[in-house]
């Protein structure tokens, strides 16, 4: 729904409104056509709601994956930041690279 069709629905609605609260109704058609009106809007509205969960859920399906992928990824670089798990070797970097991946994620490794 874009802003122009916002614009006409608020105005209809307003429109209804104010024929209801001063009883200015030709109530066979009139009052047909507001009640018809009204219905359409929230059968519109129940749709978008539907659409608006569906992109909801996908979304919190995405967050869950990358929470697991965060995690796999966090364990696999504590592996690496691990001093005891390189040989003693001088040009070695000793996992620094992975300690400093952890630290600017926030990950605290000993």
């Not at 219905?39 to 994956?65: A, I, N, P, T, V």
């Not at 990358?66 to 670089?77: G, V």
């Amino acid at each position: 729904m874009n802003a122009i069709d916002r614009d006409d629905t608020a105005q209809k609605i307003a429109e209804i409104r104010e024929k209801h609260s001063t009883g200015h109704y030709n109530y066979n058609y009139e009052v047909r056509d507001a009640i018809q009106f009204l219905l359409d809007e929230l059968d519109s509205l129940r749709e978008s709601l539907e659409e608006w969960r569906g992109d909801f859920e996908e979304l919190r399906k995405d967050r869950d994956r990358m929470r697991e992928e965060r995690e796999e990824l966090i364990e696999e670089l504590k592996h690496y930041a691990d001093r005891r798990n390189y040989p003693p070797l001088w040009l070695h970097e000793d996992g620094q690279k992975a300690r400093n991946i952890l630290k600017k994620i926030g990950v605290t490794v000993k």
